[in-house]
């Protein structure tokens, strides 16, 4: 047990340190850092229990798309998410309307991240103002409700929500973190988020003005 807390810690620190180092002094998404950031939640969230393990299979294996991209023969490409975007819809690698050629585009698949890391936010918010008596469960679903809820199909979201109330407590949730008191908990969100708000909504903009926030 030891070990892993001591694992998780380090985890922890890590996904702060990568969101810290997405950004380019442009403003442009390094995919290496984002894909590490989200390594680092899945490791987190495996040490929640086994019911998050459908969860996080989807977030490995869309992880493991955009890592092989990095590491493909056009990894020159997708050292941004920028130039990512770029090099696909230049290259018409996307499928833009219905699913077909490309199912496992860079594109789509971070786009299904980008979305993830919405309810990231939501959620993170929740808890840096919450109080002792809050209910984590409560927490993640509405945060889940007002985001990625509306990009699932009714089953996932029946599954996500059953998956919510095994959440263990605010208190537990915050020791797992092993970050310290609860004061030093928040003091860490509050050092974090605006972090991830920046890279998602970076990622936001640019989405838009490609006009693929939609991408099947
Ligand atoms: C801590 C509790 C974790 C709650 C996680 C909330 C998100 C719930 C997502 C439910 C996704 C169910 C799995 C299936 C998803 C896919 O259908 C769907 C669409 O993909 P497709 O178009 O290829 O078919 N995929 C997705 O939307 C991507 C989901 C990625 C979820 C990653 C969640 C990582 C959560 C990390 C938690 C870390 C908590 C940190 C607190 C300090």
Redesign the pocket.
């Known amino acids: 047990m030891a070990v892993a807390l001591e694992d998780l810690k380090f985890t922890l620190q890590e996904v702060l340190d990568t969101f810290k180092s997405c950004l380019s002094e442009h403003k442009e998404v390094f995919l290496e850092h984002y894909v590490a950031g989200w390594r680092g ?2 490791r ?2 495996n040490c ?1 229990g086994s019911v ?1 393990s ?3 299979k ?2 490995v294996n ?1 992880i493991q798309i955009l890592v092989n991209h990095l590491n493909g023969e056009n990894g020159d490409h997708y050292i941004t998410v920028q130039s990512m975007v770029k090099y696909e819809l230049d290259s018409q690698l996307v499928d833009l309307t219905k699913r077909g050629s490309f199912p496992e585009s860079g594109c789509r698949t971070l786009l ?2 980008h ?2 890391l919405r ?2 936010e939501l959620f ?1 918010e929740r808890l840096r103002t919450s109080t002792e008596d809050s209910n984590t469960s409560v927490m ?1 679903s509405e945060a ?1 409700n007002e985001s ?1 809820s509306q ?2 199909a009714w089953i ?1 979201r029946k ?2 929500g059953t ?2 109330w095994a ?1 263990p407590g605010r208190a537990t949730f915050f020791d797992v ?1 092993n970050v310290g008191s609860p004061e030093q908990v928040m003091a860490v969100l509050g050092d974090a988020l605006p972090l991830i708000s920046e890279v998602y909504q970076v990622t936001e903009d640019l989405y838009a003005q490609n006009n693929i926030l939609e991408l099947p």
């Open positions: 939640l899945v987190f969230m929640l998050f459908f969860i996080s989807d977030a869309k299904r991240l979305r993830a309810w990231l993170l993640c889940y990625l990009h699932h996932i599954a996500a998956a919510f959440l973190m």
